[in-house]
């Protein structure tokens, strides 16, 4: 049974930054990519970031691209959200999650496994 647990989320003020991770827990299959998506209420999910395991191949939503950056540890299977200059937009609930298949990085849908979620809450 994979499991996905994230955590480094939190209560912050705008301009600092918090460093996600996500690790990866009972994998029996080989990952493709890992990826970062974000809920804030009343909204639709939404792609924050993305990185391929093996070529290490990066993607970024619009909204968090300069200020983020994803990166792996193939070694412990975890991946991580640094994410820099946090304003009040960025307050969500940030999951993590596994892609097995090639769909593309940005595609929601193709991501197999989802973890619970980190709440990343941004003070003005």
């Known amino acids: 049974q994979v499991q996905l647990v994230e955590s480094g989320g939190g209560l912050v003020q705008s301009g600092d930054s918090l460093r996600l991770s996500c690790e990866v827990f009972?994998?029996?299959?080989?990952?493709?990519?890992m990826g970062w998506f974000r809920q804030a209420p009343g909204k639709d999910r939404e792609f924050v970031a993305g990185i391929s395991w093996a070529a290490g191949n990066t993607a970024y939503g619009d909204s968090v691209k300069g200020r983020f950056t994803i990166s792996k540890d193939n070694a412990k299977h975890v991946v991580y959200l640094q994410m820099n200059r946090l304003t009040p937009e960025d307050t969500a609930v940030y999951y993590c999650a596994e892609q097995t298949l090639s769909y593309g990085l940005t595609y929601e849908a193709g991501y197999d496994y989802w973890g619970q979620g980190t709440q990343v809450t941004v003070s003005s």
């Open positions: 009972g994998r029996t299959i080989e990952t493709y990519a």
